[in-house]
């Protein structure tokens, strides 16, 4: 069965940066599909700066 990448949004105030696991986030040499819990404890909120546990399931693609 196909994996099916999630994405996660940001809670930190007027933040709301999304990662999606499929397009990663090369900004920051995160190659695409990096799963959200791959990402390395040192991995910040490109946008805001907060860490992981900032961030929300936000939806599965189909
Ligand atoms: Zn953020």
Same mark, same amino acid.
């Given at each position: 069965m196909e994996y099916r990448y999630n994405r996660f949004e940001c809670q930190g105030q007027r933040c709301s940066f999304m990662y999606e696991e499929r397009f990663g986030h090369p900004e920051t040499n995160i190659p695409p599909g990096t799963l959200f819990e791959k990402? =390395?404890?040192?991995?910040? !909120? =490109?946008? !805001? /700066? /907060? =860490?992981?546990?900032?961030f929300q399931f936000w939806s599965q693609y189909v």
């Open positions: 990402l =390395p404890d040192t991995w910040v !909120c =490109p946008k !805001c /700066g /907060g =860490p992981k546990r900032n």
